[in-house]
């Protein structure tokens, strides 16, 4: 059975650069709709059509579950008003449906079942590694603006570390808006990434640290920037995911041996190991974090190890990664003393691979016993629980209409 979809009421406002056509049918494809109708007598009978409101934008669940499902009509609040904004039909009610939706009415919508934001399943994003609220929200040249920062915040990982956290949001939204307006696709950005994750090692390896440095920072800012650029423009690919993570997972062992290699004088004082001992050690601690992750994915639970409980999530911001280790090496050279910061990465990845080990048996030791984990991120309501810290930390307030 075919599955097309059908335009209604294109407000003319771009958003990140997207219209309303081009947004909904770039998501839309993803979900398996073919092609976008323009007269529902070019529907094939055995097809189902999704008609949908362009002057709404639409949270990305609730497109994903209209097209899991035919005969259903989507409705939300709007100025008092609750009003039809999507519905998804065979191809024997696209009439009624369409005549329905244009009216703003549901009651005349015979053999389809209304559904609203609240009917939705679940609120939590394994892949964001964040709970928020879905939302459908009218698109109004005056929310403009808020519009985009719905989208943006939405596109932002709710558990990382804390130089993306916290430093890299504000300046990110200006380069992604740049990117969009330009045309420069996140693949770009990756690619730049990667040319100056390179040059960094190479002047780490040569004993410019400083200017290593510079470099390696604003690439871990430009590994913030694609993630965002891909999803608030709906660009994201195969080829990009594997390209970035796979530039995430190489390069900052490689940069550990690089700095060690590029001090000219290197004794380290604070373990007693030589500096490839204590670069093996860095390295090795790497690897275990990275592999006790995966067989968390695997043999505990298919959410990710730090969103278990509050805990985890509050140790992810400072856990043995790139952007923590980098805080280290900063300092160090600032202080003058490069050799101790290395060695501060060492004793900080031994820390953070043992308490991530430790995590791991317990988690272990719960599914065991029959209390199989469950994500923190599950348990709590994003608007109801504002008062808890780890909440406001690590989630977005619902987003609403005015």
Known sequence: MGKYWYLLHDPGIRLWNLSSEERLGRVLRGLGFEQRLEDLQQLPESSSVLFVRGD???????????????NLVFQVQNQNTVIPVASHVEAGKAQMALEGLLAGRVDSMQGVRTIGLNDLSSTFSKTLKKTNAPFVLPIRLKDKDSL?????????KGVTDLVTKFLWPLPA????????????RPNHVTALS??????????????ELLWGLLLGWFMTFLDTVDGKLARVTITSSWWGNIFDHGIDLIHPPLWYWAWGMGLVSFSPDLLGLSPGSLIAVIVAGYIVGRLVEGFWHLVVAKFGIFLWRPFDSFFRLVTARRNPNLIFLTCSVVAGRPDMGLEMVAVWTVISSVILLLRFMMGMWSKLRGDAPRSWL?????????????????????????
Do not use: H
């Open 56 to 70: 709404f934008l639409f949270d990305e669940r609730v497109l994903q579950t209209l097209g899991k499902e035919m």
């Open 148 to 156: 985009e920062e719905q989208l943006f915040a939405g596109s932002y």
């Open 173 to 184: 939204k200006w380069v992604t808006r740049f990117c969009a307006n330009q045309g420069i």
């Open 194 to 207: 990667f040319v100056l994750a390179i040059a960094a090692g190479v002047l780490f390896w040569k004993g």
């Open 378 to 402: 599950t348990e709590i309501d994003p608007e109801k629980d504002r008062s808890v810290l780890a909440v406001r930390v690590f989630t977005n307030p619902p987003a609403t209409a005015e």
